[in-house]
């Protein structure tokens, strides 16, 4: 048996008994470069997503415009007023290199200014990827567009927070 074995078809072909058929005779599918998922856009041509992080849930819209972020009908230097904070939102446009390109309009609720802002980036990350299909493998490859389920643990009966005990008094 002198034959070499140069593709899964020849294998088939050698223990069959029959024939392998060449990349030539096989039909072969056709090649779609089109993105796996669909835009997806509302009426007025924004792309829509909800991003959460620990009690924060953040309602964001993403339009093309001249990359004015505006939280709670507040601009973003006002409402997070942290550079760091501004910093996580423009995480995903950042990477995408897609600053300065999108306008986002985004309504958060709930925990704090450190919850918030990570629930606008997961948001923004989300719309981005709906309204850019091709783009979702840069989001998701930095871990973007994984909701963080860390929250705080409940308090428990008996214990003065969620794992601590009362103090211990000998006497």
């Not at 060449?22 to 998922?37: G, N």
């Not at 290199?97 to 200014?113: F, H, M, N, P, S």
């Not at 923004?124 to 705080?152: C, H, M, N, W």
Request: proline residues 5%.
């Amino acid at each position: 048996m002198s034959d070499t074995v140069n593709s899964l078809a020849d294998l088939q072909g050698l223990t069959t008994g029959a024939p392998a058929a060449t990349t030539a005779d096989a039909p072969q599918a056709p090649v779609s470069t089109a993105p796996l998922r669909q835009q997806e856009l509302d009426k007025q041509g924004r792309a829509y997503a909800t991003g959460r992080r620990k009690d924060a849930v953040a309602r964001v819209w993403v339009k093309p415009g001249t990359g004015k972020i505006t939280v709670n009908g507040r601009d973003q230097e006002i409402y997070f007023a942290r550079p760091t904070l501004r910093l996580v939102i423009n995480q995903p446009f950042s990477v995408t290199a897609r600053e300065g390109q999108y306008d986002v309009i985004c309504t958060v609720k709930g925990g704090g200014l450190s919850g918030q802002a990570g629930a606008v980036k997961h948001g923004i990350a989300q719309a981005l990827t709906k309204y850019e299909p091709a783009l979702r493998g840069a989001v998701k490859a930095e871990g973007f567009l994984t909701r963080d389920s860390r929250t705080v643990e409940r308090k428990k009966y008996g214990r003065a927070k969620a794992r601590r005990s009362f103090q211990f008094s000998k006497r």
